[in-house]
């Protein structure tokens, strides 16, 4: 792929370029040259002539043009936020929202495009089916073009589809009554973005009573250069129902930035628990604006196990709306900044019903000149009587290049609820190394099983091959960051 | 006319619908340039004169060490303090407040090895319906030692006042002060008090800080570590009583090596008080060995009292430590239970607490007619509340 010349983002020409090149990704950062007449691309902006586009590619109903224009309208309306790590690299005037292979969604690997299956071969997506998931869906640039579920699953009435097949068929009714109702489009400038040109992803319902023992998994490719991908997960899980979810993400890195907007949105019934995990390691092109929304009924829970480790720039903050008494959420979450990349992620934790508790442990780590931001709320209303909330974030820097902030909020509206906040800041301890050392160990890798214990909370959270992948991604940060 | 002053600003943005990144504060008070500060007896060594106005203080701090270089604005950092010769907690528009005002700033100087064994009180006492706007400056010479106290109270219980104090604080190499500040103000004031400090190389700054009265207060304070192996230790202790409104702003910033830092936060809330609370250790690049550590314990006693707080630690530098820690807490139904059946009621359980969160910075005031003037206003809180039915004391 040659270099454009007139890239939004240069990484190579500000001096960054080339010390990003020589973090080797190879797992991760290898290129399908996407050849013209095996795709289709809309022109590069936003404009409403590409949105009615995108709506008139996808077959959307009429609801749903509507929404997206409504939602561009929004978009040109709302600022860039003022608050967070620099965008000024994004120019969406360079930005490709949809890339769509040609060829249509595949419930067999045999029948996915040659290159795009070796692209998922090369990430163990197929083999990792194989041997620990309820179901697979598989996104390469702006679509699906996988999707399969084990027969047993399905037989327990869980459904596990592509969003715009769902949006055609029994389920309509039910993704219009919820799609952007728990991120609305005027929730802010890339929610109002992704409602214009949303494309992909997944719709997940549980009926009640279900139990989906193993996970289910979606994979993000974003292949195409200066692309943008704006995928939109909707997962319902009825009363009683139990799910874990597995999102995983990544890209080849390229020399001009790509944007990733994509929306979550989770609805866990009553006494429903749902685990949504992600492992995101976009390349460090990327800007990672994306949005993640979950709401419990009453004696719902809702887990978030994140491990953030891609990106140039991300802002990502899951959000658990515990609206039903007796209600539970809980983010365990990693973060690691390594070079040229300024990572601001965190959770909001928002408690409603009464009684409900709400549990955020995270870890950042950077080095090389990383920017790590813990960035949080916990809002406990006035009518959530009861209520428990607890927050642990601890940060450790690798060297004094690197910054790391936690910027932790609390807003609490009843003389009712018991909140415990701690957070701490600090170095790999000389005495832990040296003790290691002393033991024939190197003190590389004395540093880099420091790390890795350091994220023990989330590895260990994980099924075993996503915790052994999150561990392989730490020690390729320590080895080459 | 009613202005806007936009204060105590967050160095670190977060969200905008939080309204946390900086408190809005507005007044129609014409603040007048007269401090109500009774005359004071200096002991020796030290001396008063007065700066006339900004331009003044400007060539002071710079013949004294200058301000810090220009903060680097990245990521929404450092917003609102880059303007000020002495940067304070409140930030550059209280500057423009007191500045509008014209209020000079007393320089009180105390001389190198100069240790005075009495603390030096000075006593504002603000007559009905005061606008004032008073600054110092204190300059502590090297390996000197100071107690100075601040006592805030208005001349009688009924008086309106709006009263602005900023008291900026450069300590020189080995110099220590122990900075007292007591608010006892009519709960019908407005009270402003910002602050700033300066540690060079082995100075010690300790602040003792309790602020019982006054309806609305906004407080904000920078202490900023210059040298190495200096210290801070801060305590502030409130209480926010019914319709009260309280909103602070603390830093603390290690620039040199191996500073130390502990800021403690002791707040009370009743009733439907709100309160808003800012707290910030910040680690730049180089101060190596450095440790800061912060904690907020709040005590709720009001179904209706809002709690927002963001406490915050920002790092640049690797060889440091950062640690802050917030509870927030009730009277449990258990400890109420115990207390009920040992013959103490409600409304006396929750005074016993609300005193034993002021006794833990009250007990540092080194000048005991003060702290038993801070045992009699709390208790004249809960005797003027509509469920006491015991006779006030005072």
């Known amino acids: ?481 | 006319m009613e202005r806007e002053y936009k204060v105590n600003p967050l160095p670190v943005l977060t969200w905008n619908r939080l309204d946390l990144n900086v408190a809005k504060m507005k007044t129609d008070a014409a603040f007048s340039a007269e401090d109500f500060c009774r005359e004071v007896t200096l002991p020796e060594g030290m001396s008063v004169r007065t700066l006339p106005d900004a331009a003044a203080l400007e060539e002071w701090v710079a013949a004294h060490g200058g301000k810090p270089a220009q903060e680097e604005v990245i990521a929404c950092k450092y917003p609102m303090v880059a303007g000020q010769s002495f940067p304070t907690g409140m930030g550059e528009e209280a500057d423009r407040l007191f500045d509008e005002a014209d209020a000079p700033v007393k320089l009180y100087e105390l001389k190198e090895g100069c240790r005075p064994e009495a603390p030096v009180r000075l006593d504002y006492l603000y007559p009905d319906a005061a606008a004032s706007a008073g600054r110092i400056l204190i300059h502590l010479g090297k390996y000197s030692e100071l107690t100075l106290i601040q006592y805030f109270k208005a001349e009688k219980e009924a008086a309106n006042i709006v009263a602005g104090t900023s008291t900026c604080v450069y300590l020189e190499e080995g110099a220590k002060l122990h900075l007292v500040k007591l608010q006892m103000l009519p709960k019908q004031s407005v009270f402003l008090d910002d602050s700033g400090a300066r540690l060079e190389r082995d100075a010690q700054l300790e602040v003792t800080q309790l602020e019982l009265g006054a309806g609305t207060v906004y407080l904000g304070a920078l202490y900023d570590h210059w040298g190495d192996r200096s210290s801070l230790n801060s305590r502030l202790g409130y209480i926010c009583a019914k319709d009260g409104f309280i909103d602070h702003n603390h830093v603390d910033t290690y620039r040199g090596k191996k500073n130390e830092g502990v800021m403690r936060f002791h707040g009370v809330l009743l009733e439907n008080a709100h309160k808003v609370s800012r707290e910030t250790l910040d680690f730049r690049r180089g101060c190596t060995g450095s440790e800061g550590d912060e904690e907020e314990n709040m005590l709720v006693l009001g179904e209706d009292a809002i709690d927002r707080a963001n406490p915050m630690i920002l790092g640049e530098e690797e060889d440091m430590n950062g640690r802050h820690a917030v509870t927030i807490g009730k009277l449990s139904p258990d400890m109420l239970f115990y207390m009920q059946s040992r013959g103490i009621n409600a409304l006396t359980a929750q005074q016993l607490m609300v005193r034993a969160s002021v006794n833990r910075v009250s007990q540092h005031i080194p000048d005991r007619e003060l702290q038993e003037a801070a045992d009699r206003y709390v208790d004249r809180i809960f005797c003027e509340r509509e469920d006491c039915d015991a006779p006030c004391a005072d």
């Open chain 1, 1 to 481: 792929m040659e270099k454009r010349k007139d890239s939004p983002i240069d990484l190579a020409e500000d001096g960054r370029g080339e010390l990003l090149a020589d973090v080797e990704r190879g797992l991760y950062d290898f290129r399908e040259e996407e050849k013209d007449e095996d795709f289709f691309r809309v022109d590069e902006g936003l404009t409403e002539d590409i949105v009615r586009q995108i709506s008139k590619e996808k077959n959307d109903p009429e609801w749903m043009l509507e929404l997206r224009l409504a939602s561009l309208k929004i978009y040109r309306e709302l600022e860039v936020p003022d608050w967070g790590p620099p965008i000024d690299g994004l120019d969406m005037d360079r930005i490709v929202t949809y890339v769509r292979p040609k060829g249509k969604m595949s419930a067999s690997w045999d029948e996915v495009p040659e290159d795009i299956r070796n692209a998922f071969e090369k990430l163990g997506i197929p083999q990792a089916e194989r041997e620990a998931l309820a179901g697979v869906g598989a996104q390469y640039d702006s679509e699906l073009v996988y999707h399969n579920l084990r027969k047993d699953v399905e037989a327990q009435g869980v459904v596990y589809t592509d969003l715009e097949s769902a949006l055609h068929g029994e389920y309509a009714e039910m993704i219009r009554s919820h799609f952007m109702k728990l991120v609305p489009p005027t929730d802010h400038k890339f929610a109002a973005l992704h409602g214009a040109v949303w494309s992909g992803g997944s719709f997940v319902y549980a009926p009640p009573g279900a139990k989906v023992e193993i996970p289910l998994q979606s994979y993000f490719r974003l292949n195409a250069p200066g692309a943008g991908q704006f995928e939109h997960t909707l997962i319902i899980i009825d009363e009683g129902a139990d799910v874990h979810f597995i999102e995983g993400c990544s890209a080849p890195k390229y020399n001009i930035a790509n944007l990733h907007a994509g929306c979550v949105e989770l609805f866990v019934g009553k006494n429903a628990h749902l685990r949504y995990s992600t492992i995101e390691n976009w390349s460090k092109n990327m800007y990672n604006l994306n949005t993640k929304r979950a709401i419990c009924e009453e004696g719902g829970t809702i887990e978030w196990i994140s491990g953030s480790f891609g990106s140039h720039v991300s802002y990502l903050y899951p959000t658990s709306v515990l609206k039903g008494d007796h209600s539970h959420g809980e983010f365990t979450g990693v973060t690691f900044a390594g070079q040229g990349q300024n990572l601001d992620t965190g959770a909001k934790m928002i408690h409603i019903g009464k009684n409900t508790s709400s549990f955020i442990d995270t870890k950042s780590i950077c080095k090389s000149g990383g920017i790590s931001t813990y960035r949080s709320s916990v809002e406990i209303r006035h009518s959530a009587e009861g209520a428990k909330a607890s927050v642990n974030c601890g940060s450790l820097m690798l060297d004094s290049e690197s910054r790391s902030d936690t910027v932790p909020a609390m807003d609490i509206r009843t003389d009712k609820a018991d909140v415990g906040h701690e957070a701490k800041i600090g170095r790999i301890s000389d005495d832990a190394v040296f003790y290691m050392m002393s033991r024939g160990v190197s003190e590389a890798e004395a540093r880099a099983m420091i790390v890795s214990g350091f994220a023990n909370p989330v590895s260990k959270e994980l099924p075993l091959e996503y915790a052994a992948e999150m561990n392989n991604l730490i020690k390729l940060e320590m080895e080459t960051g």
